[in-house]
């Protein structure tokens, strides 16, 4: 009973450092990736555009 306790738990942690591990790395590879203009940055987190032709086109 402890042995699969123990088992369990190294498990968890081991399917745990992974994803982690997993996810760091795409995040660094994108970064990099960005700054190399390979990808594109993201729009602002706010929710406002620069549609300054839009704005201006009725008047």
């Not at 402890?2 to 982690?20: D, H, K, Q, S």
């Not at 996810?23 to 594109?40: K, S």
Request: no cysteine.
């Amino acid at each position: 009973m402890e042995t699969a306790l123990v088992l369990g738990i190294g498990g968890a942690v081991l399917l745990f450092l992974a994803v982690f591990t997993t996810i760091v790395l795409l995040g660094r590879r994108a970064r990099r990736g960005r700054r190399e203009g390979r990808y594109q940055y993201r729009a602002k987190p706010n929710g406002t555009y620069d549609n300054s032709s839009a704005s201006s086109s009725g008047m």
